[in-house]
């Protein structure tokens, strides 16, 4: 029955909340978070504490970390003791803590990412700053608790003669609280700890005087500013850290790039590892080798460069590319009166002063406690060594010892304490030489009392006895600022084009989106026809080109797809080399219809798109430039009005061009009309009406045709059903946009012909008709005749035994053959 009234009821989201949030409160308090007031965490003040009670400190030899992994466990942490060798070894890692609290013999790990070796081999002690961290805690200047297990006292802070916090710094993750607080130089913040003593109502800017920003272990340089102000404000803020690098010069007119500190908390191994695969992946050209020279004397890394490469804008390219420069996000959350908190520099600091004050007021009070006590036995002493005679006597009359001191007490006013002194003294204290000690132990305690007793009735004998302190920590343990704080931008310009090696290589893209560069040697001794496509896809580009050079890929979805040829995968003629979904999400359906190349992109040109349902436009180049997410989306060229419209062509033309266009539609009709006549408008308008379209129809393609060889052009059309002709193009008369134009075939009611392909030229030429079955016809256009508006031309293509037309393409000029 009992069992029973014990078992409740409860909501499932109320259990869930009381567990986590007891959780949450003890990871909080108990793990994650440093005390504001000694920066450490529950772990590290334990390690330090444990390792202070079992005499482990820098003037001692060194002991197994096993032994005080071990003491730690058993007495203070029950945790598991990997978690606290990790914090054991996190505090003597020089590349992490600005001043470290513990020495190590042994493998500690490296800046690598190498682990420690395993605590049985190796050994630790305190550092010698630690013990400024430990100072006085025997004189009751904390609060003790008693442990997991109730056998031990351990501090809930240490009465640290500095501000660890910022010294140190703290990184940590709690459930909702995160704290990133970087180090910084210990004398830059003992000079500002003194002076908001000294000044209570100090500015930030004043403080920022000393503290000039954060000083990492690493060194490296703190690019800019203006983050710095913010976090110090706010306890948020960003700043960009950049590694210390020089150029120098090598024999043979070549440079290399001299890396002696980077970032903190940069991995050094998986840095030089991605430098290097810049390198093999040739993303810029030039460097020539990458090599760790570090050893015993420092931190080395060396970029060795090609001859002729630009070193500064390499490095710069690596600066942006790589750890070389990073982004470092102040976070300054500690736990201040058992409440995470953010806070900002005057806050730590104020809150320092606060602890400070307490443990010299904690720790006066017990030595003044302890000096009067002496004193009281010491006043005792002298008074008995002036009447020696009768104390004697006294003692010798009692029966005991307990009826010594009673008599004494009685007959001649001594305290119990001076009394218990007095029948404790040995025979050969009785001479002068101690008399004459006391009387000078006595009077060094008065002048000891009186000092205590100044310094906690006067606020300032307290604030200079603080600031007596923390100067001597400077002078012993102050060093000069590793990181350089500069006033420089952190922005980074990178000329692309100097990082990459002009060399001619063969292109080739196709419609189904496979894209390759290929050495001239591979594709000199290959056969062209040998390209490595699938079958059933075609090239749709093919050309030499420098690989300075950038491609415009455009789709009939409307999208544009940037690529500068060095971006290509590079790959054998004989290969299929990339294809475009690797990239880029682009639609099964999606076909490149056209490629474009510009050696550089402040070209004056427009672009000339036209959509099957009768839209049209001109794009300017400018208003086409590459995006920061090029190499992952398409750019929208033209959008589409309809779910199923495609884009049929795209032209590069002269902003002033005077060329005139012919559109075709699938129903045979064609309209003229000038070029200037159609508007420059935005990447994500659909156009203006190129055609006046029938329900049914749309636009097959269309022609340009400069109005001066008008008379020289003929167009060749190609029907669904075979036929093949061709005629004049100034059969067709120009008008204005929009129109519906003329009928260039003969309407038939059965069967009628519908264009499926056409193509102009101005001289005979060999045809080349493809169709559906991927069958190619040639066709020599001086063996046809030149047909009037309303002729349906020749039969050439069996639509039954070869499949429908699906294009038409010009071969040699019969005058070359």
């Given amino acids: 029955m009992a069992t029973k009234e014990r078992i409740r009821e409860m909501p499932l989201e109320q259990v869930m909340g009381e567990r986590f949030g007891r959780y949450s409160k003890y990871i909080i308090q108990e793990r994650a978070l440093p005390d504001i007031r000694d920066g450490l965490k529950p772990v590290q003040r334990r390690i330090l504490f444990a390792m202070y009670r079992d005499n482990n400190t820098y003037d001692k030899p060194f002991k197994k970390a096993a032994k005080a992994v071990g003491n730690i466990m058993g007495n203070f942490h029950p945790h598991g003791d990997s978690s606290i060798y990790g914090a054991l ?72 003669r500095f501000p660890n916090l910022l010294v140190n710094g703290s990184t940590g993750i709690s459930a909702g609280y995160a704290t990133e607080i970087p180090p910084h130089n210990l004398s830059e913040v003992i000079d500002a700890t003194v002076y908001l003593l000294k000044n209570p109502a100090a500015s930030l800017a004043e403080l920022m005087n000393f503290v000039k920003g954060p000083d990492f272990p690493t060194g490296a340089i703190v690019m800019g500013k203006e983050g710095l102000e913010e976090a110090y404000r706010t306890g948020r803020g960003r700043i960009q850290v950049r590694a210390k690098t020089t150029i120098q010069e090598l024999r043979g007119h070549r440079e290399e790039i001299v890396i002696t500190e980077i970032p903190f908390a940069v991995n050094k191994a998986l840095l030089v590892k991605k430098m290097d695969e810049i390198r093999l992946n040739k993303e810029i050209d030039g460097i020539a080798e990458v090599r760790d020279e570090t050893d015993r004397h420092g931190l ?97 009359a009692s029966k005991n010892k307990a009826a010594a001191k009673d008599n004494l007490t009685a007959k001649f006013d001594f305290t119990p304490r001076q009394a218990e002194a007095i029948v404790s003294l040995q025979l050969y204290r009785l001479t002068n030489t101690d008399v004459d000690a006391l009387v000078a132990e006595q009077a060094a305690l008065n002048e000891k009392i009186a000092q205590y007793r100044e310094l906690l009735a006067d606020r300032q004998v307290l604030e200079k006895e603080i600031v007596k302190e923390l100067l001597a920590v400077k002078r012993e343990f102050g060093n000069p600022r590793r990181t350089e704080i500069s006033g420089a931008t952190a922005k980074i310009q990178i000329d692309e084009k100097a990082l990459v090696a002009d060399e001619q290589v063969r292109v080739l893209i196709s419609r189904e989106g496979y894209l390759k560069r290929s050495s001239l040697r591979s594709w000199q001794s290959s056969d062209d026809e040998d390209n490595g496509l699938p079958d059933g896809d075609e090239v749709i580009y093919a050309k030499t080109l420098s690989t300075l050079t950038n491609l415009y890929l455009f789709t009939n979805r409307g999208n544009v797809i940037f690529r500068p040829v060095n971006e290509l995968v590079e790959a054998k003629w004989k290969e299929t080399g990339q294809h475009l979904s690797q990239e880029i999400g682009l639609d099964s359906s999606e076909q490149i219809i056209r490629v474009f190349s ?102 097959v393609s269309y022609l340009l045709i400069n109005p001066e060889y008008l008379d020289q052009m003929r167009v060749g059309i190609v029907t669904q059903r075979g036929a093949f002709k061709q005629f004049k193009a100034k059969l067709i008369n120009r008008v204005s946009r929009a129109k519906r134009g003329v009928l260039v075939l003969r309407e038939l009611k059965a069967k009628p012909h519908r264009i499926a392909a056409l193509s102009a030229y101005g001289q005979d030429h060999t045809l080349i008709i493809t169709t559906s079955s991927r069958r190619h016809i040639k066709l020599q256009s001086n063996e046809f005749p030149l047909g009037d508006r309303y002729s349906n031309g020749s039969f050439v293509v069996d639509t039954v035994s070869d499949g429908r037309p699906v294009s038409l393409k010009l071969g040699r000029p019969l005058s070359s053959e």
Avoid at 90 to 102: A, D, G, I, P, Y
Avoid at 126 to 137: R, T, V
Avoid at 138 to 152: G, I, P, R
Avoid at 650 to 674: G, M, Q, S
Wanted: charged content about 25%.
């Fill in 89 to 160: 070894v996190h505090l003597s890692q020089n590349w992490k803590m600005r001043e470290t609290l513990v020495e190590m013999h042994g493998n500690n790990g490296s800046m690598d990412g190498d682990g420690p070796a395993a605590m049985r081999y190796t050994e630790s002690r305190l550092s010698k700053i630690s013990n400024m961290l430990l100072a006085d805690i025997d004189k009751d200047t904390v609060n003790m608790v008693l442990n997991f297990d109730d056998t031990e006292y351990e501090p809930t802070v240490l009465p640290v």
């Fill in 300 to 396: 080395s890394m060396v970029v060795e460069l090609k001859k002729g490469a630009d070193a500064q804008n390499i490095l710069n390219y690596l600066f942006k590319n790589t750890e070389l420069q990073v982004s470092y996000n102040f976070n300054m959350v500690a736990i201040d009166d058992m409440t995470p908190m953010q806070v900002g520099l005057k806050h730590i600091l104020s809150s320092y002063l606060k602890h400070e004050k307490d443990v010299i007021t904690k720790r006066t009070k017990y030595d003044l406690n302890k000096a009067e006590n002496r004193l009281e036995i010491i006043q005792g002493l002298v008074h008995a060594m002036d009447i020696l005679d009768q104390v004697i006597k006294v003692i010798r």
């Fill in 598 to 699: 510009f050696d550089h992109l402040e070209e004056e040109v427009n672009f000339l798109l036209a959509s099957d349902d009768g839209y049209i436009k001109q794009l300017k180049l400018a208003n086409l430039q590459p995006t920061r997410t090029y190499r992952s989306r398409a750019i929208t060229a033209m959008k589409m009005k309809q779910k199923d419209s495609q884009l049929v062509r795209v032209d590069v033309v002269k902003p002033d061009t005077v060329a005139e266009i012919i559109l075709f539609t699938k129903n045979a009709y064609a309209v003229r009309y000038c070029v200037s006549e159609i508007p420059e408008l935005g990447a994500k308008a659909a156009g203006v009406k190129s055609v006046n379209l029938k329900a049914d129809d749309l636009i």
